[in-house]
């Protein structure tokens, strides 16, 4: 199919993350605050994923969003809800973990990837 290829290009890697955070993207993190505390991108908004339909008039619709978790897995959710919406929506595959093995910075610079909490 002709539209199989776009569809791909929905997944980016942090490399061309960077190009688009450079180009104006909108970068959503969509972690629990804990993990955004722990290590972000610069200049990433937080809005944990349960929170997302209720705040999604405050995403621009102007220019892209990059969606952002740990792995990718939630952040992909998003992206599809938010492309179905009528947003430029992108998934950054591998999440913050494929950012870090990249060698991209860290906001704060000492800052760690964080895993989910354990169950209580």
Known sequence: MADEPAATQTELDPKRVAELIDEGAEIIDVRRPYEFEGGRIAGA????????????????????????????????????????????????????????????????????VRGPLPAS
């Open 45 to 112: 908004r937080n809005i944990e994923m349960n929170a997302l339909t209720a705040s999604a008039e405050e995403i621009p619709r102007d220019r892209p969003v990059v969606f952002v978790c740990r792995s990718g897995n939630r952040s992909g959710m998003a992206r599809d809800a938010f492309r179905e919406a009528g947003y430029d929506a992108y998934n950054m595959a591998g999440g913050m973990q494929a950012w870090t093995e990249a060698g991209m910075a860290l906001e704060p610079p000492d800052g760690e």
